[in-house]
Structures are given as C-alpha cells and as structure tokens.
C-alpha cells in the first residue's frame, strides 16, 4: 500500500477530467520480461493505442513488476493507481475468486485447441463478467503457454519431488498440486523467483519455457522436465471507471489495439515458448528431460486426484463445464496401469 501512495495522486485524475488537448495516460504494468509473449503483445498494444487514437492515448507499459509484484499490481488497478493489467489466471484469488484457478488443474488441457474452446466460449465469457462488482473489466485473454517443472535435481517420477520447496503462484490449486507430489508449496511473487531459486531459498519451481529462459532461471535449475503439465495464461483486465469514462471512439480505439494485441500474443505464444526452449539447450547449463509414455502417466495419476479435490474450491459446475467443452475425461487420460 506504501508504494501504491505516490501514484495513486496521479490516478485521481480521471480522462473525462483530464485537459483536452493532453494525451489520457494509460498505465499498463506487467511483471514479465519485454522478450515474452505478454511483454510482446503489451508492447503492440501500446503502439496500436497510440496510432488508432491519433496520439489521444499514451499508454506507458511498465514491465518486469517495476511498478509492481504479483498480489499488489490487482490493487494498484482497482485503486486506479494503473489502468491495465494482464494477470497469469492463477493471481485472481487476491479478489476472493477462486475461478480463474480451474485454469491450473494439472493435464485438464492437451492443447491450445482446447483452452480456447474455453476462453472463447460461454465459460471465458463468464468468469469475465465476474470480475465487474471488483471495479474490474475483463477485456481478453492472452496465452502464454503449457508449464514444465524444473529442479536442481531430475524430475521424472513423483516420488522425485518429495520434500522439494517449489515456487508456486498464489494459487489453491498449484498449492494443492505440489502437495499432491510430496512437495512443499512456496508462494514467492515472480520477479523474486530467480534470486530464490539462486539463494536456495527454493529447490525448484514450474514455468513455461519463456519465463524460465526470460528470467535465466536455467541458469539455476540444473534439471528441466518437458511435462507441459499445466497451462498458463492471462486476463487482460482494465479500471472499469478509467474505462468507461473514457470518450466512446476512444474506447473503440482501444478496443481495436487490443483484439490486434490479443491475435499477435496467441500466435506467438507458441513460436516463443520454442524458441525459448532451443536456446535453454543451447545455453548447456540445464539438462532438458522428455519423459518417457510411462513417466507421464505416473505423474498424471498422481496429480488427477487434485481435479476431484478442487472441486469445491473453484466450483463443481465450473469444473464440469470445462470437461464438456474440451472432452477431457480422467478415465481416458490416465488410463490403469
Ligand atoms: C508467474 O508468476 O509465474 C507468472 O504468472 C508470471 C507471468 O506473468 O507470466
């Protein structure tokens, strides 16, 4: 809250109130390198803004948690302090929502095919619109990728992870999914998780590849497991009174940046997340693991109990409606020994 003061002066100066000929400033923090897809697709948005305005909007992004860590830049936005944010889904809980967690139920997506029959659909639409009693306009939702766990040590069957203190988003069901595998959860905020992992304040952590590589955590993480266990994406979320009190073809206007925004981060998501993985490789300093058919599985079956147990957390109907738009069915996707 200390650090929310200064700029929180600055945000009482809404756009209607703002002087005509003065461009409206729009703060878009994030705590990702500029090199990812988020920090990509904010940096589209900036320009896309200012151009699609005639220069009306300057939206300043402001990367890395420099402004901001994890918990405190949701507050920042709802206290006005910054205008938008795009949030990895498993950082809602802050707002006493635990939806948005359903999104880190370990397996429940094999690709982005299926997450996006999500995140387009009835569901992504909906838990959208939940977040507008919070002062909070949903606008999109922007990909990062599938997450693999990383370690000082090679994670390959469940028994691996016992013990092990794993950085974890602020999440229940990430909570839950470490303990699952015998690990010990640690919620750090994310621009912090190099140094601890570097310190030894924490064994290991789960990422997509852009993250790891972005952040150099390989450069500490001696071990890297490809299970693309878990997906990882973004909430593109605005101060709705900023929002709404903006001019309406300047609302459109940023509407327009922001769906070109949102199809350059999905179609990137992919190629970085690759390419981050090659050059992981490259750099020699982590020992890259494929896990073998039967390795999967015995992960699978160990984390698909997490589903059963979320439920009441994030909602059984919740739950339910992602299996019917994706097919996913636990039967099928750990079958017996
Ligand atoms: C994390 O904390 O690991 C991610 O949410 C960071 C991000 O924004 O991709």
Do not use: C
């Not at 595998?181 to 905020?189: E, N």
């Amino acid at each position: 809250m200390r650090r929310l003061a200064p700029l929180l002066l600055a945000a009482l100066a809404l756009p209607g109130t703002a002087r005509a000929q003065r461009p409206i400033v729009l703060r878009f923090s994030h705590v990702v390198a500029l090199d990812t897809p988020k920090g990509q697709a904010a940096e589209l948005f900036r320009r896309r803004a200012g151009e699609l305005t005639g220069g009306k909007v300057r939206v300043e992004v402001h990367p890395g948690g420099q402004l901001y860590k994890d918990n405190e830049e949701i507050e920042a936005l709802q206290l006005g302090a910054v205008q938008m944010l795009a949030p990895s889904l498993s950082k809602f809980g802050v707002l006493g929502m635990r939806e948005f967690e359903a999104f880190d139920l370990p397996f429940l997506f094999d690709d982005y095919g299926e997450l996006r029959r999500v995140v387009d659909g009835p569901v992504g639409r909906a838990l959208l619109q939940k977040l507008e009693p919070r002062g909070i306009l949903g606008l999109a939702y922007w990909d990062n990728g599938f997450k693999s766990f990383s370690a000082n040590v090679p994670l390959r069957r469940p028994e691996d992870f016992r013990g092990l203190r794993m950085r974890i988003q602020a999440s229940g069901v990430l909570d839950a999914q470490m303990r699952a595998l015998g690990a010990v959860p640690q919620v750090l905020p994310f621009p912090d998780v190099y140094g601890a992992l570097a310190a030894g304040v924490v064994d290991g952590t789960e990422n997509p590849i852009s993250n790891l590589y972005t952040q150099r955590m390989h450069e500490v993480q001696k071990h890297l497991t490809l299970t693309r266990h878990g997906y990882l994406g973004y909430a593109v979320i605005a101060n709705k009174r900023f929002w709404e009190a903006l001019p309406a073809e300047v609302r459109r206007a940023l509407h327009q940046a922001l769906a070109e925004a949102t199809q350059h981060a999905n179609r990137i998501a992919r190629q970085a997340n690759d390419e981050a993985l090659l050059a992981v490789r490259r750099a020699g300093t982590t020992q890259v693991h494929e896990p073998t058919r039967e390795e999967r599985a015995r992960l699978l079956r160990a984390l698909l109990p997490v589903h059963r147990a979320a439920e009441e957390r994030v909602g059984k109907d919740l739950v339910r409606a992602i299996y019917a738009a994706t097919g996913f069915d636990p039967e099928q996707r750990a079958p017996a020994p």
